[in-house]
């Protein structure tokens, strides 16, 4: 039987080598540096609970996905029964978007994160998994739904985001 | 702009620190978006089943006087609801494994938030009720017959007291916490049912593609 130290260390390791999928996750369920925070404790608890039946022969990083995602999910429907209020987006409540270089203007980094914040929580998590460089695949495996619904839903996403630019480029030359 | 695009913008965003998230996890939090925690429902089956059998009893022992025989009849039916509605939870509640997909286990806690809703908001409609026929049926289980000993009207004005007891108990709450009134009220309109209803829905569309 294994020493409850080591499991620990391993736990520690893969966590701090899996780190960015906890902190993406929170990032783009939770609008608040304080949400965020939660979010991403709440994550590390689920994670380590259900460590103990992580199945080494399987992908850490898919496992990992799927508890954030379930977390976050629930986590972002709690937050809006609670506050009685839609899950879109609402810029007066955002803080400190991350983006890539600490600069405002990066536009394709805040054109991204408005993309996220527009779509309801399954969609978004399809969106976040994409982005993660996911195999459709592996996308269905994670979400519980079809290869070929996943490929649906990424042309749709794509036919957003065009909708979304092309917006913004009108709302910039009116 | 592709979303493929996009991807680089999201790989290079930055992620915060990561410090004390371990030590902290292994604090468990007592309140969690996904709780799986059984003990409320396993108490509540425990405890509804302990009055099923008492109240089987009861209802054994007074075959011959109609208004106790009905009053414990009635709260023997109560007692099967809730106790087939924990069990239903429970059940929902141990297949809830954060591990496997995500569509599924967001349906499962949308289920278990549902019966939780319809539990409430029935425990609110019928409790006047329900107090009104245990102040009958518990006394006599110790052979206190409460209708003898303090007369109809005594126990008349048990069941309007109970009856009164919790408009005015929302109405107090309500004036110390008017986030309570309101979490009542959508208990009690079903506007949380509509809510979860509609979250089931939207996960069939999702999976139908």
Redesign the interface.
């Given at each position: 039987m294994r020493k409850q130290a080591d499991f620990q260390t391993e736990?520690?390791e893969l966590?701090?080598a899996h780190?960015?999928i906890?902190?993406?996750v929170?990032?783009s369920y939770a609008r608040t540096a304080d949400d965020?925070?939660d979010l991403?404790?709440?994550i590390?608890?689920?994670?380590?609970?259900?460590f103990k039946?992580?199945d080494r022969s399987k992908t850490f990083s898919t496992?990992m996905y799927?508890?954030a995602?379930?977390?976050a999910?629930?986590?972002a429907?709690?937050l809006s029964?609670r506050r009685?209020n839609s899950t879109e987006f609402d810029v007066t409540e955002v803080e400190s978007i991350?983006?890539?270089?600490?600069n405002p203007s990066?536009d394709?980094?805040t054109?991204?994160y408005q993309?996220i914040d527009s779509l309801?929580e399954?969609?978004r998590?399809v969106l976040l998994l994409?982005?993660?460089?996911k195999s459709y695949a592996e996308i269905g495996?994670?979400?519980?739904?079809?290869e070929?619904?996943v490929a649906?839903?990424?042309s749709r996403?794509?036919e957003r985001?065009?909708k979304q630019?092309n917006q913004q480029d009108n709302e910039t030359w009116n | 702009m592709e979303l493929d695009e996009l991807k680089t913008a999201w790989q290079a965003s930055e992620t915060p620190s990561r410090t004390a998230y371990f030590y902290s996890a292994k604090a468990a939090k007592s309140e969690s978006a996904v709780s799986t925690m059984k003990f409320g429902p396993i108490f509540e089956i425990v405890m509804v089943a302990i009055a099923a059998l008492w109240l089987g009893n009861f209802c054994y022992e007074n075959l011959a006087s109609p208004i106790y025989l009905v009053s414990g009849m009635l709260l023997v039916v109560t007692n099967i609801a809730l106790l087939a509605l924990n069990i239903r939870k429970l059940t929902l509640m141990s297949s809830i494994d954060l591990t496997t997909p995500i569509v599924e286990n967001q349906r499962k806690l949308t289920e278990v938030r549902s019966l939780t809703i319809f539990q409430t908001k029935w425990i609110l409609l019928i409790s006047p009720l329900l107090w009104g026929l245990l102040l009958l049926v518990l006394p006599m289980g110790v052979h206190v017959d409460m209708l003898k000993l303090l007369g109809v009207p005594y126990m008349l004005g048990n069941v309007l007291f109970g009856i009164i007891f919790v408009p005015f108990g929302l109405w107090i709450a309500s004036k110390f916490s008017p986030k309570f009134k309101a979490k009542l009220a959508d208990e009690i309109s079903g506007s949380n049912m509509k809510k979860a209803r509609a979250y089931l829905d939207e996960l069939r569309e999702f999976e139908a593609g």
């Amino acid at each position: 039987m294994r020493k409850q130290a080591d499991f620990q260390t391993e736990f520690q390791e893969l966590l701090e080598a899996h780190w960015k999928i906890v902190a993406k996750v929170s990032n783009s369920y939770a609008r608040t540096a304080d949400d965020r925070n939660d979010l991403a404790q709440e994550i590390t608890i689920q994670l380590w609970r259900s460590f103990k039946t992580f199945d080494r022969s399987k992908t850490f990083s898919t496992w990992m996905y799927r508890i954030a995602l379930n977390v976050a999910i629930s986590f972002a429907r709690k937050l809006s029964l609670r506050r009685g209020n839609s899950t879109e987006f609402d810029v007066t409540e955002v803080e400190s978007i991350p983006n890539s270089s600490g600069n405002p203007s990066d536009d394709r980094t805040t054109i991204l994160y408005q993309l996220i914040d527009s779509l309801d929580e399954l969609n978004r998590a399809v969106l976040l998994l994409y982005l993660e460089e996911k195999s459709y695949a592996e996308i269905g495996e994670i979400m519980g739904i079809t290869e070929t619904n996943v490929a649906t839903k990424i042309s749709r996403l794509k036919e957003r985001l065009k909708k979304q630019v092309n917006q913004q480029d009108n709302e910039t030359w009116n | 702009m592709e979303l493929d695009e996009l991807k680089t913008a999201w790989q290079a965003s930055e992620t915060p620190s990561r410090t004390a998230y371990f030590y902290s996890a292994k604090a468990a939090k007592s309140e969690s978006a996904v709780s799986t925690m059984k003990f409320g429902p396993i108490f509540e089956i425990v405890m509804v089943a302990i009055a099923a059998l008492w109240l089987g009893n009861f209802c054994y022992e007074n075959l011959a006087s109609p208004i106790y025989l009905v009053s414990g009849m009635l709260l023997v039916v109560t007692n099967i609801a809730l106790l087939a509605l924990n069990i239903r939870k429970l059940t929902l509640m141990s297949s809830i494994d954060l591990t496997t997909p995500i569509v599924e286990n967001q349906r499962k806690l949308t289920e278990v938030r549902s019966l939780t809703i319809f539990q409430t908001k029935w425990i609110l409609l019928i409790s006047p009720l329900l107090w009104g026929l245990l102040l009958l049926v518990l006394p006599m289980g110790v052979h206190v017959d409460m209708l003898k000993l303090l007369g109809v009207p005594y126990m008349l004005g048990n069941v309007l007291f109970g009856i009164i007891f919790v408009p005015f108990g929302l109405w107090i709450a309500s004036k110390f916490s008017p986030k309570f009134k309101a979490k009542l009220a959508d208990e009690i309109s079903g506007s949380n049912m509509k809510k979860a209803r509609a979250y089931l829905d939207e996960l069939r569309e999702f999976e139908a593609g």
